[in-house]
């Protein structure tokens, strides 16, 4: 009798996490469908002029991800050089 409750139970919880998923998911599609409206919307109003500022901006935005990475890189050399210099310090060496 236990297990046929225990069984009942799990069943009316997993059907009420499945509405919830099966909400979630309706949601989820209308606000996709939303988003592609305003897209095609965007799509027809864009001028040649807004396209080749948009070309320009991102140009400028693969710009500064390049001298991040580069940044990034100079910084990690220059830690594990720190790391280096540390562990020839006779003490350490000592330890």
């Given at each position: 009798?236990?297990q046929?409750?225990?069984?009942?139970?799990l069943?009316?919880a997993?059907?009420?996490k499945?509405?919830?998923?099966?909400?979630?998911t309706?949601?989820?599609?209308?606000?996709?469908?939303?988003l592609?409206?305003e897209?095609?919307?965007?799509?027809?109003?864009?001028?040649?002029?807004?396209?080749?500022a948009?070309?320009?901006?991102?140009?400028?935005?693969?710009?500064?991800?390049?001298?991040?990475?580069?940044?990034?890189a100079?910084?990690?050399?220059?830690?594990?050089?720190?790391?280096?210099?540390?562990?020839?310090?006779d003490?350490?060496?000592?330890?």
């Amino acid at each position: 009798m236990l297990q046929l409750r225990t069984a009942y139970f799990l069943v009316e919880a997993s059907q009420k996490k499945w509405k919830e998923v099966a909400t979630a998911t309706s949601l989820l599609n209308f606000e996709r469908n939303s988003l592609a409206t305003e897209l095609e919307a965007v799509k027809k109003n864009l001028s040649t002029a807004n396209v080749e500022a948009l070309i320009t901006l991102m140009k400028h935005v693969e710009e500064v991800v390049e001298a991040t990475a580069n940044a990034q890189a100079k910084l990690k050399a220059r830690v594990e050089k720190a790391g280096e210099d540390f562990m020839d310090i006779d003490y350490v060496k000592y330890l």
